[in-house]
């Protein structure tokens, strides 16, 4: 399969969860779902935004095996609720890596909790439906290694100490 990049400040990755590292799933299995959690506190998003601070999206990258695109397969990826487009696509007996960006409006991102609290991470749902036609004469299946959420810019977290 295809390595997941390396976690940092903007770069947040799944590598192990329920709908991930499965056999081939077929409909029946599915949807398949996984989550991405963002722990890191940026602050007021839509102001940042406004301030051409952060970039107004983020890749969500994830690698799908046996993706029969070319033949009718048809499966619908969905982040949070709100569904992605194109169709994931593949080829038959191959890992590919899908990408698609993502406006920040679309994520989950955690509150920030205060001087001496603790940061909970905010969860991004990523769900699956695997072929969609479900055509009588054919059966297809999918299976994801990991998924991650990249953002391009955003400030970087400030520490300043009196001395």
């Known amino acids: 399969p295809v390595e997941p990049p390396a976690e940092d400040d903007l770069t947040f990755v799944v590598n192990s969860d329920v709908g991930l590292d499965t056999d081939c799933t077929f409909r029946a299995g599915g949807p398949l779902v996984f989550t991405v959690k963002i722990p890191r506190v940026f602050g007021d998003v839509t102001s940042l935004l406004d301030a051409g601070l952060i970039s107004d999206t983020a890749a969500l990258s994830l690698p799908a095996w046996d ?84 953002l391009r810019q955003a400030p970087r977290p400030v520490v300043l100490f009196h001395g």
């Open 67 to 150: 993706v029969d695109f070319s033949s009718g397969e048809y499966d619908e990826i969905s982040i949070n609720g709100n569904v992605l487009s194109p169709y994931l696509t593949g080829e038959n007996q191959v890992w590919k890596l899908n990408t698609y960006y993502v406006p920040l409006s679309m994520l989950n991102f955690p509150s920030d909790p205060g001087a001496g609290g603790t940061v909970q991470p905010a969860d991004n749902v990523i769900s699956v439906e695997i072929d969609l036609l479900q055509n009588p004469d054919r059966s297809w299946c999918v299976s994801f290694d990991w998924a991650a959420i990249q």
